[in-house]
């Protein structure tokens, strides 16, 4: 579907075009008439599909196109980390070009002026705040914010924000909103918690479900079917044999991602690392450092990973297998975008087998298994049934893997 036969009006039209915006995505289509309907809605879509456009075009429209006190917080829109809340924020600079809307960005990891334009915006209200469960609450708790005239409540990525531990955060919000109001709610997944969350703050909701996609086929994806303490080695022989440039390794959690930074430095390799104890100034160096090739290596978690949005990316390496298809995926998406190729490297313990064998289930093919090094000694045998009952069980927020079918200048006020 196009956009241009979507219900929407002549301003967010305009921004679309400017935008070079036409086809919709799947979960454009189906979302986008509900909200515009004023259903609440909970969406099962993962990250890549274009679910930002989905709730950001619908909710210009309905601002547009009702009154809104001027004075007041419109809408909230939460996500989970600040790179996700900045990526919003930027849609929402070119969506709503055409309009007279303003916005503000509520995050932390920045300085005391950043801080002051994010309080102003909140008591002068602004008509779309984008923020961080932790940063929003923060500034409630110092300031009496005005939330009566929130109209449009949206959470991008709730899964992610209840795996990190911010249910209670996102509930004392709840509390602070009008009953009469439009509820919004993206996740990657649906175990029960978010069913439960869905179940207590949402009326009645329409359900979208988009089934996760396949990597594209210019992703060599490949494997070391290894022990747990083969896997730095596994590392190093691959940056000693190749002359590799803007990789990006992930890591399971930001203690791991510090050992391997550490380590990684002592072998004199390249490395800068990314996750939620650095300051937003600390990231923005690593990622400069990276996109100007003075980074090889960027070792980082999941969570800070989906503010990473680079196009040359040659090489994924899984350190760990991911805990779900969803995060691999996403993982090895980061490597092969604007029509260019390339590689993703699992290393898979003995532990880690039987799961990464559902990832091969759902991808409905047999991954090649590069053969171990002969300096590095022998592999264990890839058998995981019999790995089975004694890998580490899958993260308790995720459910089961099932096979699948499959800048324009700124009007709004910060």
């Given at each position: 579907?196009r956009f241009?036969?979507?219900?929407l009006?002549?301003?967010?039209?305009?921004?679309?075009?400017a935008?070079?915006?036409?086809?919709?995505?799947?979960?454009q289509?189906?979302?986008?008439p509900?909200i515009?309907?004023?259903?609440?809605?909970?969406a099962?879509?993962?990250?890549g599909?274009?679910?930002?456009?989905a709730?950001i075009?619908?909710l210009l429209?309905?601002?547009?196109n009702e009154p809104h006190?001027?004075d007041?917080?419109?809408?909230i829109?939460m996500?989970?980390?600040?790179e996700?809340?900045?990526q919003?924020?930027q849609?929402?600079e070119?969506?709503?070009?055409?309009?007279s809307f303003?916005?503000v960005?509520?995050?932390?990891g920045?300085?005391?002026q950043?801080?002051?334009?994010?309080r102003?915006?909140?008591?002068?209200?602004a008509d779309?705040?984008?923020?961080?469960?932790?940063r929003l609450?923060?500034?409630i708790?110092l300031y009496?914010?005005d939330?009566?005239?929130?109209k449009y409540?949206?959470?991008?990525?709730?899964?992610?924000m209840?795996?990190?531990g911010f249910f209670?955060d996102?509930?004392q919000?709840?509390?602070?909103?009008?009953?009469?109001?439009?509820?919004?709610?993206?996740?990657?997944?649906?175990?029960?918690?978010?069913r439960?969350l869905?179940?207590?703050?949402?009326?009645?909701?329409?359900?979208?479900r988009i089934?996760?996609?396949?990597p594209p086929?210019?992703i060599?994806?490949?494997?070391y079917?290894?022990?747990?303490?083969?896997?730095?080695?596994i590392?190093?022989?691959?940056f000693?044999?190749?002359?590799?440039?803007?990789?990006i390794?992930?890591?399971?959690?930001?203690?791991k991602v510090k050992?391997l930074?550490?380590?990684?430095?002592?072998?004199?390799?390249?490395?800068g690392?990314m996750?939620?104890?650095?300051?937003?100034?600390q990231r923005?160096?690593?990622?400069?450092e990276?996109?100007?090739?003075?980074?090889?290596?960027?070792?980082?978690?999941?969570?800070?990973?989906?503010?990473?949005?680079?196009?040359?990316?040659t090489l994924i390496?899984?350190?760990?297998?991911?805990?779900?298809?969803?995060?691999?995926?996403h993982?090895?998406?980061?490597t092969?975008?604007a029509k260019?190729?390339?590689m993703?490297?699992?290393?898979?313990?003995?532990?880690e087998q039987y799961?990464?064998?559902?990832i091969?289930?759902?991808?409905?093919k047999?991954i090649?298994?590069i053969?171990m090094?002969a300096e590095l000694g022998?592999a264990?045998e890839?058998?995981?049934e019999?790995?089975r009952f004694g890998?580490k069980?899958?993260n308790?927020?995720?459910g089961?893997?099932r096979?699948?079918?499959?800048?324009?200048?700124?009007k709004t006020t910060?």
């Amino acid at each position: 579907m196009r956009f241009d036969e979507l219900p929407l009006c002549d301003a967010v039209q305009e921004g679309l075009q400017a935008m070079n915006f036409k086809e919709a995505t799947p979960v454009q289509e189906q979302t986008i008439p509900v909200i515009l309907a004023k259903r609440d809605v909970i969406a099962c879509a993962q990250t890549g599909t274009g679910k930002t456009a989905a709730f950001i075009l619908p909710l210009l429209h309905n601002l547009q196109n009702e009154p809104h006190a001027e004075d007041k917080v419109n809408a909230i829109i939460m996500a989970p980390t600040r790179e996700l809340a900045q990526q919003i924020d930027q849609q929402m600079e070119g969506f709503s070009y055409f309009t007279s809307f303003s916005s503000v960005a509520v995050y932390g990891g920045n300085d005391s002026q950043a801080w002051d334009v994010q309080r102003r915006g909140l008591s002068k209200g602004a008509d779309v705040v984008i923020a961080t469960p932790g940063r929003l609450i923060s500034h409630i708790n110092l300031y009496d914010i005005d939330f009566s005239g929130v109209k449009y409540f949206i959470l991008d990525e709730a899964d992610r924000m209840l795996d990190m531990g911010f249910f209670e955060d996102i509930m004392q919000v709840v509390k602070r909103l009008p009953q009469e109001r439009q509820t919004i709610m993206f996740s990657a997944t649906m175990p029960p918690k978010i069913r439960m969350l869905a179940k207590t703050i949402l009326n009645n909701p329409a359900e979208v479900r988009i089934a996760v996609s396949r990597p594209p086929e210019s992703i060599m994806q490949t494997a070391y079917i290894c022990y747990e303490a083969q896997k730095t080695a596994i590392v190093r022989h691959l940056f000693q044999d190749q002359n590799l440039n803007k990789v990006i390794l992930f890591a399971g959690s930001k203690i791991k991602v510090k050992e391997l930074n550490k380590t990684f430095k002592q072998m004199g390799l390249s490395v800068g690392e990314m996750h939620s104890d650095l300051e937003q100034s600390q990231r923005d160096h690593v990622m400069h450092e990276f996109r100007n090739n003075r980074i090889n290596i960027l070792v980082a978690t999941d969570i800070v990973s989906r503010g990473i949005d680079i196009d040359d990316i040659t090489l994924i390496i899984n350190f760990d297998v991911p805990h779900d298809v969803e995060d691999y995926v996403h993982r090895i998406g980061r490597t092969a975008r604007a029509k260019a190729e390339g590689m993703a490297i699992t290393l898979v313990s003995e532990d880690e087998q039987y799961k990464f064998s559902l990832i091969e289930q759902f991808l409905e093919k047999s991954i090649y298994k590069i053969p171990m090094p002969a300096e590095l000694g022998d592999a264990p045998e890839y058998e995981p049934e019999k790995h089975r009952f004694g890998h580490k069980k899958f993260n308790s927020g995720k459910g089961k893997f099932r096979r699948q079918k499959q800048g324009n200048p700124r009007k709004t006020t910060k």
